[in-house]
């Protein structure tokens, strides 16, 4: 049974090699190949080297994919050559859901290179991972898989900075306000009684 250590997988993740971010998307051609890496993790992971047929979107959406989520996805292409992963055939069906949806979320905030270059950025890329395939880390409970993937996440830590502000700027509008109705009672000396 695999035991999905985060920290072991880190180290694996941070030793991506440069072939993997060197694939330039912006041509058809390069996004073959970037298309053969991926088709080639679903084959890793569901160890069936033989197989032809993948989950991916229409060749269209996948124009629509932004230079950093390619990247991203190619990383995590990386990942899923861990001990843990490959022959793992249960996750494959959830491979869609883990590229389309987590990471492009997590790749808005987060720059490709920061996934192998910042420890907590590799943690999160795992932890979305295993979240997408329904997967525990090892000595983790639910609870606690919860808490740390929400600690580390990007796209938390974002909406948490964007309600800040809003309470900020709603502050400053209240404040703004209570300057203006002071000033129109000190300017006006009728109004007060």
Not at 25 to 53: E, G, P
Not at 106 to 126: C, G, L, T
Not at 151 to 157: N, P, T
């Amino acid at each position: 049974m695999p035991k999905f250590d985060v920290y072991e997988m880190a180290g694996h993740l941070m030793k991506c090699p440069d072939t993997f971010l060197a694939i330039d998307v912006s041509s058809v051609a390069n996004m073959n190949q970037a298309i053969a890496l991926i088709c080639d993790a679903y084959r890793m992971v569901s160890n069936d080297f033989l197989k032809s047929t993948f989950n991916l979107p229409a060749q269209d959406h996948l124009a629509d994919i932004t230079e950093n989520h390619w990247k991203s996805m190619l990383i995590s292409c990386w990942l899923l050559r861990y001990k843990d992963f490959v022959g793992y055939p249960e996750i494959a069906p959830k491979l869609i859901d883990f590229w389309f949806k987590e990471l492009r979320v997590a790749s808005d905030y987060v720059k490709a290179e920061k996934w192998i270059n910042d420890e907590e950025r590799a943690e999160e890329m795992i932890r979305l991972a295993l979240k997408s395939f329904e997967l525990l880390p090892y000595n983790e409970n639910l609870e606690e898989a919860v808490d740390r993937l929400s600690a580390v996440s990007s796209s938390g830590r974002q909406e948490v900075l964007k309600q800040t502000n809003d309470a900020l700027e709603r502050m400053m509008e209240i404040k703004r306000k209570m300057a203006e109705k002071k000033a129109r009672e000190a300017a006006n000396p009728y109004g007060r009684e």
